[in-house]
């Protein structure tokens, strides 16, 4: 399984942008696609995630209502929409593949069983 993250760029407080994770493989059914983003010396911290079975999607409280997930089956593709950006919202964003069970509480590549794509850099100027 391969997964490649692209969309990040540079944009102002308030704006939108939607991230793209590209599959390429076959993903588990017990499986989800989740987002993270990491800012310079911080943990890496999940964002979302939407089950493979079922598009069930989860979302921690921080970007609940500002941060949706969505997938397009034909193109095996999972989108990250990110609005009202704030200058916090800065930060590397990855995606990956991991047991459902597991995938939230993720916070590096060390799950041998997780698949992660390259990050995509999101500056949101103030």
């Known amino acids: 399984v391969q997964l490649q993250a692209s969309g990040g760029g540079l944009v102002q407080t308030g704006d939108s942008l939607r991230l793209s994770c590209a599959i390429s493989g076959r993903i588990i059914d017990s499986y989800a696609v989740g987002w993270f983003r990491q800012a310079p010396g911080q943990e890496r911290e999940f964002v979302g995630a939407?089950?493979?079975?079922?598009?069930?999607?989860y979302y921690p409280d921080s970007v609940k209502g500002r941060f949706t997930i969505s997938r397009d089956n034909a193109k095996d593709t999972v989108y990250l929409h990110l609005n009202a950006l704030k200058p916090e919202d800065t930060a590397v964003y990855y995606c990956a593949a991991a047991d459902l069970h597991e995938i939230a509480t993720m916070r590096d590549e060390s799950d041998v069983t997780a698949y992660w794509g390259q990050g995509t850099l999101v500056t949101v100027s103030s």
């Open positions: 939407v089950s493979w079975i079922g598009d069930v999607t």
